[in-house]
């Protein structure tokens, strides 16, 4: 296989609203994210997966979008984007843009045409008659039907989120010619990609109730190939909520010309009751973690891609969700970071999490922004729902916990903004001692860990390529080994608070990384401390 650029790249991801504020609003903008690349450089990140920038009324934070061409004025201008796509290249990282084309905002033009009756325009959503009552009992996936109802034009339109976000209609080839407009509008500007925000979902045929795996997905897949990115050098990611490591290759085969890398989601769903719902929360079994990462290792064809995270803009701090912030935030976090490092595919980092930031806990609903959080605090609150359980599982599980501002500093607003404004959300009051600044200065910080994870991966094409082998082990110890033209590593690591004693056997040629100040040679006796998680040469 010839290497593409993004199969050897770690990304990083920014969610502007939270990352730096440079006019004193409080508001994080793009200059702010200019003027933090040397930051970003100094990691060593490849590339910038940019959460929406776009025009927007925010109903979703900017995954409601009112016009794709344009910036959101709280975020800066278009020259404000172009110079930090220069910036951004000439420092030799790639901005992706997050291409949100499953639904609109219901304040884009388009569907404010559509709702004026303009018939050009209605093609371009899914309205349905209220001849029979509602069309059908599909469900929006923030909570209620997918069903709004339009009194005025005797109809229901449909939408899989927010009511203020209607789905476009795919199967109209004006829409779909609209998309590759904008895509190619930003590809002119020198942009390196694109993540494609529930893409999955683009297919559904809503009259027969098929949202996912729908027939359609893939045809469209091919043709926005074709019109866009045949002979680019430019990645587009799929968010793909349901993908299995089989049906990966159906997007990123070359051979089928669609997408360069899947996200999947199994190991996101390991905390919640089965086929219930995210807030219905179960402790994690490091063993069906391991089952469930080691099953992307070694079952996804060699014509897939996958990309690895613990963490993003809609799931809670992984350091609080499955580290131990309060006995070994460093310990813990270094071995989050080594695990899913050493591992094949595309490294994701959410911004903080290099930091070690954590989940913020909140009680009371005046402090949450996210919509999803908000619904399902209301409707669990009509429902008699004990209040102390819904603020667990929002406290637990809520978005809005990976969305408090960057940690920049010891400083007021920790950075992130200037003394004098109130940040548009709380900074999380650890930012005194959790901070970049704090472990710029520090050589065993988690940011060190996370700049050598990511400097292997350039230097190590066992790292991208390596088979993957897991090792059967107590259920909290996770070990692996990756092989690659005679060479084998081992990956080793204590997932739990307590010491463990392990006998592998192995001796070790050389230590690659630790996040405990040792060197391993004899394996057959370990005693390892809490969170203890090293990589060694075995030859
Ligand atoms: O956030 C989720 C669960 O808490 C997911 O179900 C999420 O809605 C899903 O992964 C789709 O996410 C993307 O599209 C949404 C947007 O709200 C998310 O922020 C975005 O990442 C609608 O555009
Ligand atoms: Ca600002």
Redesign the pocket.
């Known amino acids: 296989m010839t290497l593409k650029w993004w199969q050897q790249s770690v990304f990083y991801q920014i969610y502007p609203r939270s990352f730096q504020d440079s006019n004193h609003d409080g508001i994080g903008d793009l200059n702010g994210i200019t003027a933090r690349l040397p930051y970003l450089k100094e990691l060593g990140i490849d590339a910038i997966w940019l959460s929406p920038v776009f025009a927007s009324p925010n109903v ?1 934070n900017g ?1 409601d979008v009112s016009d794709y061409c344009a910036i959101m004025p709280e975020f800066g201008t278009m020259e404000d984007m172009e110079e930090l796509i220069t910036a951004a290249n000439n420092m030799g990282i790639k901005i992706i843009m997050d291409l ?1 084309v ?2 609109t905002s219901s304040e884009h033009p388009w569907f404010k045409k559509a709702l004026a009756g303009d018939p050009h325009y209605k093609d371009y959503y899914i309205f349905r008659s209220d001849k029979k009552g509602l069309p059908n009992d599909l469900n929006s ?1 923030f909570g209620g039907s997918a069903w709004e109802y339009v009194p005025e034009r005797k109809e229901y339109y449909f939408h899989l ?1 927010a009511k203020e ?1 209607p789905d476009l209609n795919w199967e109209n080839p004006a829409v779909r010619k609209e998309v590759w407009q904008i895509m190619n509008f930003w590809l002119q500007k020198g942009v390196g990609g694109f993540r494609l ?2 893409i999955e979902l683009i297919g559904k045929i809503p009259d027969q109730k098929i949202i996912g795996d729908s027939p359609l997905l893939h045809p469209y897949l091919q043709e926005m190939y074709r019109e866009v990115l045949a002979e680019k050098d430019v990645v587009t990611i799929g ?1 793909t ?1 349901s993908v299995t490591p089989l049906t990966a290759p159906l997007y990123t085969d070359p051979n089928r010309k669609e997408l360069s890398m899947v996200f999947q ?1 199994q190991h996101m769903a390991l905390d919640e009751v089965p086929q219930t719902s ?1 807030w219905n929360l179960k402790k994690l079994d490091v063993s069906e973690l391991k089952t469930v990462l080691s099953r992307w290792q070694t079952q996804l064809p060699a014509t897939a891609w996958n990309s690895l995270f613990w963490s ?3 799931q809670p701090r992984i350091l609080s969700r499955w580290g131990n912030p309060d006995c070994y935030p460093v310990e813990s976090s270094k071995m989050l970071a080594i695990l899913l490092h050493m591992m094949k595919g595309t490294p994701f980092i959410y911004q903080g999490e290099e930091l070690g930031m954590t989940n913020q806990e909140v009680s009371d609903i005046k402090q949450l922004d996210d919509i ?1 959080s908000i619904n399902y605090y209301t409707k669990e609150r009509a429902n008699n729902t004990k209040t102390a359980k819904i603020w667990q599982a929002i406290n637990t599980k809520g ?1 809005d916990n990976a969305r408090t501002p960057m940690q920049w500093s010891a400083a007021q607003h920790a950075g992130f903004t200037t003394a004098n404004v109130t940040p548009w959300y709380p900074i999380n009051p650890n930012y005194t001692t959790i901070n970049a600044a704090a472990c710029l200065q520090d050589k065993n910080s988690i940011f060190y860990t996370y700049q050598k994870l990511i400097r292997l991966r350039k230097e190590q094409p066992l790292i991208v390529w390596g088979d993957y082998h897991l090792l059967n082990t107590a259920e909290t110890i996770f070990a692996y080994t990756r092989s690659y033209q005679g060479e084998t590593w081992l990956i080793c690591a204590n997932f739990s608070a307590s010491e463990q004693t392990l006998s592998l056997p192995y001796t070790a040629k050389q230590t690659i990384i630790t996040n405990y100040p040792s060197t391993y040679c004899k394996l057959e006796q370990l005693t390892l401390r809490p969170y203890e998680t090293f990589v060694v040469k075995l030859h």
Do not use: I, L, M, T
Request: proline share 0%.
């Open positions: 979703d995954y949100v499953n639904h996936f989120f976000q925000d529930v968010e909520g989601f995210k993003n803009h809609d999803e978005r």
